[in-house]
């Protein structure tokens, strides 16, 4: 475990100094400081940095050189953050904190945190359209691939399936599974499928890559849930209860606790089995046993 605390510190240390490259402030945007320093708060406000961390892993057990996937990863994690900014807004979850401290719209009121959300929902296209690293060819299917993983076919249409499931009293697991697949599983199997385009995979590698992805991403979900229900609002850094002050129905309320964590322990089993392709890759199989025993 320790190589894997290891490696994970590196990739996150070189997320954190690419996010700050990807959005620096100069002289020439000085009229638009507060956007970027309502934008800088939220992507500099910490978290796991799971799917950068993802995108460099995946790149690595395929043989590059995971500095190569730079600005995919960078993107990915704008794209996660922009959509925390805007769930987080009172016409959404109307969450007062976010990672321990005040909720972008707190800090900078609703308007710049719905603008900062808007900024960094586009810079990832920019950041990876101007990379060097990476061909055209190679760009033009990263792109792809990262809206379709945002848009209404992944993390928008998820958001919209969690929203219309707090008015219905017939949500399932199959309902709960179709949600999760889009709202966390498409930008999670994005990410991995990034790092095997960065690679230059073959398909039958970023197939497996992105089946790794939305099991890891149920599994994640799942355990989301049952963190809302036995942790800590100090431990989590976000306000915990809240999916049943926002009558949603999820693995623990369909369940209990105790089911949902043999069903996330079942779906981790079933990701572990997709990395085969990817020669049990150390790191990627240590890394999947982490998030599943979380406990934030």
């Known amino acids: 475990m320790t190589g894997l605390k290891e490696k994970l510190n590196e990739y996150i240390a070189f997320t954190e100094d690419n996010l700050k490259k990807y959005n620096a402030y100069s002289e020439n945007m000085a009229a638009q400081k507060n956007l970027i320093d309502a934008m800088n708060y939220s992507l500099e406000a910490g978290g796991k940095r799971i799917r950068p961390v993802l995108v460099y892993a995946f790149c690595n057990a395929l043989g590059c050189d995971y500095k190569k996937a730079a600005a995919p990863a960078a993107a990915i994690e704008m794209i996660h953050t922009f959509s925390l900014i805007h769930d987080d807004l009172p016409a959404m979850d109307n969450d007062d904190f976010r990672r321990g401290k005040p909720s972008c719209h707190k800090a900078f009121g609703e308007a710049m945190a719905i603008l900062a959300g808007d900024a ?137 606790v105790e089911k949902a964590q043999e069903i996330a322990n079942a779906v981790t089993e079933e990701a572990l089995g997709c990395l085969e392709k990817f020669g049990n890759d150390a790191f990627l199989t240590e890394l999947t046993e982490m998030l599943l025993k979380r406990k934030n």
């Open 120 to 256: 960094l929902c586009m810079l990832p296209f920019e950041v990876i359209a101007n990379d060097n690293e990476l061909s055209p060819e190679q760009k033009v299917r990263l792109v792809s691939c990262l809206a379709k993983g945002a848009g209404r076919e992944g993390m928008g249409g998820g958001q919209v399936i969690d929203m219309e499931n707090e008015e219905r009293t017939d949500v399932d697991e199959a309902n709960l599974r179709n949600m999760y697949h889009h709202k966390t599983g498409q930008l999670i199997a994005v990410s991995c499928m990034m790092g095997c385009i960065c690679a230059d995979a073959d398909e039958a590698s970023i197939q497996a890559a992105a089946d790794y992805g939305f099991k890891l991403g149920l599994a994640f979900q799942i355990i989301d849930d049952i963190l809302d229900v036995t942790s800590t609002t100090e431990v989590l850094g976000k306000p915990v209860g809240s999916d049943e002050e926002e009558n949603k129905t999820t693995f623990v309320t369909l369940y209990g």
